[in-house]
């Protein structure tokens, strides 16, 4: 099975700065006949179910807001929030969906400094 | 509109069953794949299964934390899904989401808002 493992756990960033949230597959993620790496980004709010955001490690899902970007490939992936807004504030998952059981991070808990 | 609504949620006592339900709308049902994700209280994500279409054979696969236990199945003429869920266990507490994916991918891109199962005497 593969293992997601995200950095940090908890990140505090001050509105406006740059907030970066890293994520690694312990197999590679990456489908070799179409180049494409099976990886998500999910924004989940309190109370809230979660919200896709990115797919295939950095297509931003329609409406998204393009100060969210995904990079990476094969087992190292980064979401990158160019400028931290007050409604950013969440915890961001990541998922691989190359094979079953698809596995989420243990999330990362984003917070305004 | 895509929408999702689990039911069937509650208390149940250890060693116990409940199913649950997804009922959708907004998208035909019989050709999308349907996943089922759960949170513990305070807790991270975790996939707990799938089943594919008809067109794949009602493929099922599962999380190893309940593979033997839970069963995922669909009825394509009601656009449901189920989870029977047996012999549960403490640490089966949670809120259980059934997902659709997104267009264009299969990471699941439509959320219901999820219903809470707690295992308790």
Not at chain 1, 25 to 46: E, M, R
Request: glycine fraction near 10%.
């Amino acid at each position: 099975d593969i293992v997601m493992t995200q950095s940090p756990d908890s990140l505090a960033v001050s509105l406006g700065e740059r907030a970066t949230i890293n994520c690694k597959s312990s197999q590679s993620v990456l489908y070799n006949s179409n180049n494409k790496n099976y990886l998500a980004w999910y924004q989940q709010k309190p109370g809230q179910p979660p919200k896709l955001i990115i797919y295939w490690a950095s297509t931003r899902e329609s409406g998204v807001p393009d100060r969210f970007s995904g990079s990476g490939s094969a087992t190292d992936f980064t979401l990158t929030i160019s400028s931290l807004q007050a409604e950013d504030v969440a915890v961001y998952y990541c998922q691989q969906y190359y094979g079953t059981p698809y596995s989420f991070g243990q999330g990362t808990k984003l917070e305004i400094k | 509109e895509v929408q999702l609504e689990e039911s069937g949620g509650g208390l149940v006592q250890p060693g116990g069953s409940l199913k649950l339900s997804c009922a959708v709308s907004g998208f035909t049902f019989s050709g999308s794949a349907m996943h089922w994700v759960r949170q513990a209280p305070g807790k991270g994500l975790e996939w707990v299964g799938r089943i594919r279409s008809e067109a794949n054979n009602y493929a099922t696969a599962y999380a190893a934390s309940v593979r033997d236990r839970f069963t995922i199945s669909r009825d394509d003429s009601k656009n449901t899904t189920y989870l029977q869920m047996n012999s549960l266990q403490s640490e089966d507490t949670a809120v259980y989401y059934c997902t659709k994916v997104a267009t264009g991918t299969t990471a699941s891109g439509y959320w219901g808002q999820g219903t809470l199962v707690t295992v308790s005497s």
